[in-house]
């Protein structure tokens, strides 16, 4: 199992062969601000096996910073290595370096060998949260009943 390695751009992790959330590649705004932040490399061939994707987060409901991890993947080929446990303890340290009291993220609720292997870091399940998410015809709708206003406002 190799040790994380630091950051890495979004775009050099596409072109190392990698497919990372095929919109985020037509996204420009999105792949000139998001890093990979931490890769797992096999020790063997020296190629990446796997990556995780943070972001810092604020939480309005408790007044904390945090951290988001978006995503965790490891290759199937190279699960049960310990690479998945390694990206995370590498990120685990930074959480406390920068004083982030939580470290979140979201499971498929049908993932069980993840939730399992989150289970054994020891992790708590917030059962009473949902997750909520408008897109396609809702989005535009919602959209259309903006205010003028606010279709003038800046591209953040």
Known sequence: MAVPRGALPLQSACLHGWTLLGAVTHDHWTIRAATVNDIAEDDDT???????????????????RGM?????????HARGAGHGKALLAALAPICQQNGYERF?????????????????????????????RLSG????????????????SPAL
């Open 104 to 132: 979140e993220w979201w499971v498929l609720s049908w993932n069980e060998p993840a939730i399992d292997f989150y289970k054994s870091l020891g992790t708590e399940f917030l059962e009473e949260w949902t997750v909520c």
């Open 46 to 64: 020296g190629g990446i096996v796997g990556y995780a994707l943070w972001f810092p987060r604020f939480s309005t409901w408790t007044g904390i």
């Open 137 to 152: 015809e809702p989005l535009a709708a919602l959209a259309a009943r903006a205010p003028a206003l606010v279709d003038q």
């Open 68 to 76: 988001h991890l978006e995503n965790l993947y490891v290759r199937p």
